[in-house]
Structure formats: structure tokens, C-alpha cells
């Protein structure tokens, strides 16, 4: 009888470290978000402009395949116009010109045309080597906060390093209120 108990242990535990192995090539989901509701979110609906006839249908633009459309949503440039500024200030197609030399000093050694994927590719390693232990992937924990702390700033350190340099920090509070941590 003993020994039956011993063969199921030993298959139980088989059973689960092959679970843990497979979905090596998925992408790691570190941060597990659910909703439990079996109610649709209401916030991921998002109504689509009413239809309108143009003045002369013959200068009508020509069709983009997989681009936008005139009478898709878009909250956000909905939002800036209601609010009175620039939508198309949201999709900038230069560099502004408050931003010149910013940009000029920080590619002063050189920029990499490609950084956006390097740095995909690069978190993606990250990621997949940070994905948190087996029983953390098999019931699908948040590990995100975890695997990203080595890279995560101190605030208070270095608002400490800069007050001591004897740079004054404006949205800091001032020298004399203590900070909680």
C-alpha cells in the first residue's frame, strides 16, 4: 500500500515539472492581470464616429489597406481637442523645436537607427529568464515587480545624492519635511 503511495507522489511531481517545461517559446507574462467578471468591461468599448458624406465625392483620398479610418475611435485626440489643444501635436512627425538641442546632446556619440528592437529583444531574453519559479508560472502569480527590482531607482536615495550635491529638486519637497518610506 505504501509503495502505491509512493508511485502516485512520484508521478504527481512528474506531472507538474512537465507542466513547468512546456511554453518555453511563449512570451513571458510577468504581470498576471485577471477579471474574474463574466461581464464585459465597459471601458473597452468605445463607440465609433457617426458616418458622414463627403462634399465632393470625387476627391475622395485613396484607400489605405490596414490604416485608419475616419470613423475610428481615438479617445485620446478626442480628449486634447475637447480640452483645447492639438491632436495632431499627439503623432509628432519631427522634432520640436523646443527639443533640438536635447536631442542633438543625448545622440552626440551616435544613435542606433534599431534601438527600439534591440531593447525588445533584449527584455524579451530578460523576461524569459525572469519568469519566477515553477509554482509562481503554474498559478499564475505576478512576478513583474520582483524581476524588475535590480533596476528600479530609489527616490529617496537619490534625492538624498542631489540635495547633497547642492542641487535644489523643485518637485521634491523642501529640506526640512521628512519623507516616509
Known amino acids: 500500500m505504501r509503495l502505491n503511495d509512493s508511485i502516485r507522489g512520484v508521478m504527481l511531481c512528474a506531472v507538474i515539472a512537465l507542466a513547468a517545461c512546456g511554453g518555453r517559446n511563449r512570451e513571458p507574462q510577468l504581470m498576471h492581470l485577471r477579471n474574474d467578471s463574466r461581464s464585459p ?4 468599448i468605445l463607440p465609433t ?3 458622414e458624406m463627403p462634399e465632393d465625392v470625387s476627391k475622395l483620398p485613396e484607400p489605405t489597406p490596414g490604416g485608419s479610418n475616419r470613423t475610428d475611435p481615438t479617445p485620446r485626440e478626442d480628449a486634447v481637442a475637447a480640452l483645447g489643444g492639438n491632436p495632431g501635436a499627439l503623432t509628432p ?3 520640436g523645436a523646443g527639443n533640438g538641442g ?3 546632446y543625448a545622440s552626440r556619440f551616435g544613435r542606433a537607427a534599431d534601438i527600439r528592437g534591440t ?3 533584449e527584455d524579451l531574453v530578460y523576461r524569459r529568464d525572469h519568469q519566477g519559479r515553477v509554482l509562481e ?3 499564475g502569480m505576478t512576478v513583474y515587480y520582483r524581476a524588475y527590482a ?4 530609489d527616490q529617496y536615495a537619490e534625492l538624498e545624492r542631489w540635495r547633497a550635491a547642492g542641487v535644489r529638486t523643485v ?10 518610506k
Open 49 to 51: 464616429k457617426p458616418l
Open 171 to 180: 518637485g521634491a519637497p523642501p529640506e526640512g519635511v521628512v519623507l516616509e
Open 119 to 121: 531593447l525588445a529583444a
Open 137 to 139: 508560472r503554474l498559478f
Open 41 to 44: 468591461d465597459e471601458f473597452s
Open 93 to 95: 512627425t519631427q522634432i
Open 102 to 104: 536635447l536631442v542633438n
Open 150 to 153: 535590480p533596476m528600479s531607482l
